[in-house]
């Protein structure tokens, strides 16, 4: 499979942006699309993760109340809607894709997002 990320940029504390995840190939095989982030000196850490059978969601709980995942089964996409952007979420977006939600065995290339205060 492979996952295209786009929708990053440069916004102010307060603003919103959406990013999209497209995968293609072999998608039937995973159950779980997921976004993580990565600031620098920072580990990598989960976003956002949904189960796609039934679009059950997961939050880190830094984001719940601000960050909604979403999927467009028709599209293959998932979406990252982020509201209420805070300078502490300025890091590389990537999503993933994996057969449980524990393991991510594909990953796109990243999208940058930077908040500005």
């Known amino acids: 499979v492979q996952l295209q990320a786009s929708g990053g940029g440069l916004v102010q504390a307060g603003g919103s942006l959406r990013l999209s995840c497209t995968a293609s190939?072999?998608?039937?095989?995973?159950?779980?699309v997921a976004w993580f982030r990565q600031a620098p000196g920072k580990d990598r850490e989960l976003v956002a993760r949904l189960r796609w059978v039934d679009s059950t969601p997961h939050y880190a709980d830094s984001v719940k109340g601000r960050f909604t995942i979403s999927k467009d089964s028709a599209k293959n996409t998932v979406n990252l809607q982020m509201n209420s952007l805070k300078s502490e979420d300025t890091a590389v977006y990537y999503c993933a894709v994996g057969s449980n939600w524990i393991r991510y065995d594909a990953w796109g290339q990243g999208t940058q997002v930077t908040v500005s205060s």
């Open positions: 190939g072999r998608t039937f095989r995973y159950n779980y």
